[in-house]
């Protein structure tokens, strides 16, 4: 169907900020919406769309929060996110499906400074990559004082994380990064961005199609950008540290398109779609021509004077429209695709 204006309740003034979303009125104004403007049932459509959402959290989206993105502008999270509103209520009738992905922490996890200590007992700084060689040398090592709440020895622990290190240096990923305590589950910046949400609740009631959130993140002793599979599955004993997620492989195939869109582009966004890419080459490349990516609905992680890795989420963008995968605008129709 042709696209939908944007509902007047939408404030783009207010996609930076958290508030209760007012679900019995929204509820009564989509089914009204649903019927003025003759949206039917997801269930009767003929193409298929699901949009899959990443980690579009407070803690990553709201200024001020633990890992806002605000890309090289300061403003990428938010400008981004009023954009995938505005996108989400203008192809309301033509998105058959939302699921929403939200990193999910507690304290206690590798990527944490708490997990390691230096010989002085000092933890490590927020954004410090700990290289494999440095775990080995004893520059840091798991904390033994933490031991006992996984049920292990600290030197156990110690050979785990010299395991694990070795592990993303041997997949060539990113050094094992020491993130600032985000995501925290039972906080306020675990919570989807009020606006956002209320545009997946919207669709829920409009299109009477419910949504998936899905939960990723909270294995202790792996790290998850991707929804789909963690960094690295087994420990040195061979035990499971996380597991390769099928369903979404096998969403795409029942789907006619699939458009991406989240935080961040550098790390969950592309990862995601990287190991989404690598399941399609086990079955058939030309599934990722079903695959669209909302670049103007993303943004890379950017610390100013510290990190910036805009570069490396180009590159990772480039390479999976060489793919066969489609980089896409929010302002264009779904129905043109």
Not at 44 to 58: F, R
């Amino acid at each position: 169907m042709n696209n939908s204006p944007i509902p007047e309740f939408f404030d783009a003034n207010k996609v930076d900020t958290i508030w209760r979303v007012p679900y019995e009125e929204r509820a009564k104004q989509a089914q009204d919406w649903a019927r003025q403007h003759g949206i039917q049932p997801a269930s009767t459509d003929s193409t298929k769309t699901w949009l899959m959402l990443i980690d579009i959290q407070n803690t990553f989206c709201i200024p001020g929060f633990e890992l806002y993105v605000g890309g090289r502008t300061g403003r990428g999270a938010v400008e981004d996110n009023v954009r995938l509103c505005e996108f989400i209520y203008r192809n309301l009738g033509n998105i058959t499906h939302i699921s929403a992905t939200m990193d999910t922490h507690t304290a206690m996890q590798v990527f944490h400074a708490i997990f390691f200590v230096d010989k002085d007992g000092n933890h490590p700084a927020p954004y410090t990559d700990i290289q494999a060689s440095e775990i080995r040398e004893g520059k840091w090592k798991f904390n033994p004082a933490i031991a006992f709440q996984f049920g292990i020895a600290p030197d156990y622990g110690q050979q785990m994380m010299i395991h694990y290190s070795e592990e993303l240096e041997r997949k060539g990923k990113y050094a094992l990064t020491i993130w600032p305590y985000h995501g925290m589950l039972g906080g306020v910046g675990h919570s989807l961005v009020s606006s956002v949400e209320e545009a997946i609740y919207f669709h829920t009631v409009a299109r009477l199609a419910q949504a998936d959130f899905e939960i990723k993140g909270n294995k202790p002793f792996t790290e998850h950008y991707s929804v789909i599979g963690p960094e690295v599955l087994t420990g040195p004993m061979g035990e499971t540290l996380g597991s390769h997620n099928q369903k979404f492989i096998q969403q795409l195939q029942q789907f006619d398109r699939l458009i991406i869109a989240g935080q961040a582009k550098s790390h969950c966004v592309a990862w995601t779609i990287s190991d989404l890419l690598e399941d399609v080459a086990m079955i058939d490349l030309e599934l990722a021509e079903k695959v669209y990516l909302l670049e103007d609905c993303t943004s890379p992680v950017v610390v100013p004077d510290v990190v910036d890795h805009t570069d490396a989420a180009d590159a990772a963008f480039e390479r999976f429209e060489k793919a066969g995968m489609h980089l896409i605008q929010s302002t264009e129709s779904i129905s043109n695709l």
